[in-house]
């Protein structure tokens, strides 16, 4: 992998659990900031994904490297790569991560943070993930 940024290290055990295999943060901007966005840098190993969660503040994804999935509740998974750029509007319930046989490395961008932390959520039905 070519990555853009530092790779950073792997998630704790505290936020880990809400992911199904190994990832890696890399804060850009942190938490405490003029600009209420954090961005990080993040990346998962091919088949990783996280579990459903809402950002009341919304969010913004830049892929960088690879390819995985982003879906929104109630809609059909859209794969994605390097060069999207996905917005996910304020409290909409979703979930993102790689394709089986690729890595996935983007950007997260959280917008108004003083809205609230993100809320996560139950896992993806590994049938639901297995037919992407």
Known sequence: MNEIFPRGEKLPD??????????WLQMLVGRENEWNCPIGNVTFEPGCINNWHRHPGGQILLVTEG???????????REIKAGDVVTI???VKHWHGAAKDSWLVHLSI???ISAGNAE???PVSEVDYGRL
């Open 89 to 91: 509007p304020s409290d």
């Open 120 to 122: 996560w959520l139950e």
């Open 14 to 23: 505290i936020i880990s659990k809400y992911f199904t295999g190994n990832v």
């Open 67 to 77: 390819r995985g999935w982003y879906q929104e509740w109630g809609a059909e998974a």
């Open 110 to 112: 959280e917008t108004n």
